[in-house]
């Protein structure tokens, strides 16, 4: 069935460093994968999202890779600050009018002043 | 423009009742789907709705249901609750046209006792 598997599941890096998260996946028939942050007491957040004709999209601090014929796909962020502290998930779907997500199991990550 | 709004933020229920749960989408929005997040499953997709319609279900029992109205409101229920129900409900909502990110909501803590 679908999986996503995500690491790692927690990760603490200091102010300033850089952070990345991976996903992994088996179904090929995935199209769009969308990465969500999630802070204390709040619904995930679009952080940022790729399809699958796009091998790589940033913005500003963050940029998401994706390889499909390694069937991942990776969160970058770059010069971290203690806001960024916060869960964040990787998920994907499969288009076709489907809003069906299929989450990873988060990783939560602490950046230290 | 207002964000998705779940009623009730917090709900405690006893084992065997049944509770109903509240999303309203951003305007214009027409899908609506629902997730449970849970520590030990993380978010797992229930079931999804739009324009009236269950357009997709995930792998939950039957007691878990839900509905659309015609002002892309909706509503979940969960009857004869069980300990396991205790979890964050998150509704999500989107205009529908295949994979995009969701706009989450911030949630529905139900504590089953």
């Known amino acids: 069935g679908e999986n996503v598997e995500q690491h790692p599941s927690t990760l603490s890096v200091q102010e300033g460093d850089s952070a990345v998260i991976k996903c992994t996946y088996s179904?090929?028939?995935?199209?769009?994968f969308p990465w969500y942050k999630q802070e204390l007491g709040k619904g995930p957040q679009l952080i940022i999202d790729i399809r699958s004709n796009v091998g790589e999209k940033k913005d500003q601090r963050i940029a998401v890779t994706l390889n499909k014929t390694a069937k991942h796909f990776s969160l970058h962020i770059t010069e971290t600050q203690p806001e960024d502290s916060a869960v964040y998930f990787c998920a994907l779907s499969w288009g076709g009018g489907s809003e069906k997500l299929v989450f990873g199991k988060g990783t939560k990550l602490t950046v230290n002043p | 423009k207002a964000g998705v709004t779940q009623t009730p933020r917090y709900l405690i229920k006893t084992r065997g009742q049944q509770v109903t749960l509240s999303c309203s989408p951003i305007s214009g929005h027409r899908s609506v789907s629902w997730y449970q997040q849970t520590p030990g499953q993380g978010l797992q997709f229930l079931f999804e709705?739009?324009?009236?319609?269950?357009?997709n279900k995930g792998n939950f029992p039957g007691r878990f249901s839900g509905r659309q109205f015609s002002n892309s409101r909706s509503e979940m229920n969960v009857s004869t609750l069980e300990l396991g129900d205790s979890a964050l409900y998150l509704c999500?909502?989107?205009?529908?046209?295949?994979?995009?990110?969701?706009?989450f909501g911030s949630g529905t803590r139900l504590t089953v006792v």
């Open positions: 999500a909502s989107s205009l529908g046209q295949g994979a995009n990110g969701y706009t």
């Open positions: 709705y739009f324009s009236e319609t269950q357009r």
């Open positions: 179904d090929s028939a995935s199209n769009y």
